[in-house]
């Protein structure tokens, strides 16, 4: 099997003739945990919205292992293995943690299956597990709209942990955390990566650095440059438009 | 809602409904009873729907109006065996058009009043979940469509009886339903079926697709990327709502002995959406005791004064909607919390993210 999971070839997508991603490829591999940095509209988000059918590309193909995803509905996108993290923590804060975690467990999410679900000894198991993970084993009968908003983001992440995807894409995971938060969530992405791979978008240059093996710098929509942490923080270019200021 | 209030809410309906109102009410005011609790199942149907998928319909009328005139059908028949129905002669509607043949049978009746609405509901929802309409334009289209399904009964006089509806039962499968003692089984019928929806609805609410269609309501968008098919699951509850509303029409039918192109329209399903708001949008039990105590309302302003009802009805929801959002059930539910301190709000949470 290739160890290639997510590939991007000539990806553009125009919003009213305005292109925030524009003819952009890329591939990330299996293990990889990849960074994703640019100044504001450089088409970060754009970028993830089309890996996971939020939005539809106008041209270009995206390759899941060895599934093309551009046609596909958003659930089916997840289904098959992909998972995504919003940059506002999105959470089901009438339910509680425990709830939360368990309505991302992929298993009988039709109707039927729903109506006669029960919750399972294994389940509750994996459940307590990925709370361990996410820090919030102490918070599983809490609602999750009273959680801080670090926890709320560590719950999102649970979320996807519950669905075992191959591929995560994270935006902005660690915005509005303390610095110990900071450094928590990086162990975690550490911890997880390894038999997955992670596209995160991050502003915090001092957690990138804590966490890339590779970082891609988008500007304007293309791929300004790509390349190991020390690389990109020497390029003229990324000093330029990004790092510079 | 808490629990143990949800539980002494049910006994104490069950007690009220079963052992209390039929000894003391005369078969009148029991009978009134009956047609208030033909708008609780058609209410729980709501509370399903719109408190915890959060969609609003303003068509539910529909749904009860093919219930209520599937089951009119088939009384109708009974009752001018073996001739034609009345407003078909006055049509000069000559024989009895096909699709009434069937409704001589009960069974095939009873069968076409879960099975029609609730397919209806389904195809045409998921149609326009799937296109991704919701909020505001989907209670518009429900509104719509309760307008048209009007005009086409006062249209097709011939074969519905146009304006004046569907009138003048007098049996069902040979029992009486207008002397006092047939409205008396009557009355425990529609008891039973109002538990049995209850209990249906209670189901529902406390499996996954409760929760998920919480999830829903909260964050459509996130429930997609964790694998589900939403529009599926709104749909769903869409089918279940008509299912209801169409089961509380046939019992209208039956109760009332009438059934009319007012009870379809847009005010008699907007008033539906009342019962529920002032019993509380997300309380079964809270739907059930708004309709009895709403339906008691219109009674009792209906004969004191006729005139007021529509002022009373307008400004009870502007009250409720100001005051109480979430209906009796979060001020019973407030009432309670404040004895057993501490306890956590049941909207506590959504109130904060406000």
């Not at chain 1, 939020?54 to 270009?60: F, L, V």
């Not at chain 2, 919701?134 to 009964?153: D, H, N, P």
Request: hydrophobic fraction near 50%; proline fraction near 3%; include cysteine.
């Amino acid at each position: 099997m290739s160890a290639i999971i997510l590939s991007v070839k000539e990806l553009t997508v125009s919003f009213d003739g305005f292109k925030a991603v524009d003819g952009l490829s890329l591939v990330v591999e299996r293990n990889e945990l990849r960074c994703v940095i640019g100044p504001n509209g450089a088409g970060k988000t754009t970028l993830l919205d089309m890996v996971c059918g939020k939005t539809k590309p106008t041209q270009g193909v995206i390759t899941f292992k060895d599934l093309e995803l551009t046609r596909m509905s958003e659930y089916k996108i997840t289904r098959a293995g992909v998972g995504r993290k919003f940059q506002n923590p999105s959470v089901y804060e009438d339910l509680t943690v425990l709830e939360n975690l368990e309505i991302s467990y992929p298993k009988q999410r039709g109707v039927v299956g729903s109506l006669f679900f029960r919750r399972t000894a294994e389940l509750r198991l994996r459940i307590d597990e990925v709370a361990d993970q996410v820090y919030l084993r102490d918070y599983l009968d809490n609602k999750a709209g009273l959680l801080s908003h670090g926890q709320k983001q560590w719950l999102e992440i649970g979320m996807l942990l519950m669905q075992d995807p191959e591929l995560l894409l994270l935006d902005e995971p660690v915005a509005g955390m303390s610095p110990r938060e900071r450094e928590q969530t990086a162990e975690l992405l550490k911890r997880i990566a390894p038999g997955r791979c992670l596209m995160v978008i991050e502003h915090d240059m001092a957690f990138v650095k804590m966490i890339a093996h590779k970082v891609t710098v988008l500007h304007q929509g293309r791929l300004l440059a790509e390349g190991s942490m020390e690389e990109i923080q020497k390029d003229e270019r990324v000093i330029d438009v990004y790092l510079g200021h | 809602m808490g629990n143990r209030l949800g539980i002494l809410g049910i006994v104490t309906l069950a007690i009220l409904l079963l052992a209390i109102l039929p000894n003391v009410l005369d078969p009148f005011r029991l009978n009134l009873v009956s047609k208030y609790l033909v708008f609780a199942v058609v209410g729980v149907g709501i509370v399903l729907l719109w408190g915890y998928g959060g969609i609003l319909s303003l068509g539910q009328g529909i749904f009860f109006g093919l219930g209520g005139y599937l089951m009119a059908m088939f009384l109708k028949l009974e009752a001018s065996a073996p001739e034609l129905p009345d407003f078909m002669v006055w049509s000069s509607t000559e024989t009895l058009p096909w699709w009434w043949e069937p409704y001589h049978s009960l069974t095939f009746t009873l069968i076409s009043i879960v099975v029609l609405p609730s397919a209806l509901a389904f195809v045409l929802s998921y149609a326009v979940f799937r296109k991704r309409v919701s909020g505001v334009y989907f209670a518009i289209i429900t509104l719509a469509l309760a307008l048209t399904m009007t005009v086409l009964l006062v249209g097709q006089q011939g074969y519905t009886g146009g304006a004046n509806g569907i009138t003048d039962f007098k049996t069902l499968a040979g029992m009486s339903i207008i002397s006092d003692d047939g409205k008396r089984v009557l009355y425990f019928v529609q008891v039973l079926m109002l538990f049995a929806v209850m209990g249906m609805a209670i189901a529902i609410v406390k499996s996954r697709v409760g929760k998920i269609l919480i999830a829903i309501r909260d964050r459509e968008d996130r429930v997609r990327f964790s694998g589900y098919d939403t529009a599926l699951f709104k749909a769903f509850a869409f089918t279940v709502g008509a299912l209801f509303a169409s089961i509380g029409g046939a019992l209208y039918s039956m109760q009332v002995g009438l059934i009319t192109p007012t009870l379809v329209g847009a005010v008699a399903s907007i008033e539906l959406v009342i019962y529920v708001a002032v019993g509380g949008r997300m309380s079964i039990i809270g739907a059930v005791y708004g309709a009895l105590l709403v339906g008691w309302a219109k009674s009792m302003i209906s004969e004191n004064f006729p005139t007021m009802w529509l002022f009373f009805i307008g400004g009870l929801f502007i009250v409720i909607t100001m005051f109480l959002p979430s209906g009796l059930a979060g001020l019973f539910a407030r009432l309670g919390n404040k004895s057993a301190d501490g306890a956590q709000r049941s909207s506590g949470g959504k109130e904060g993210a406000r």
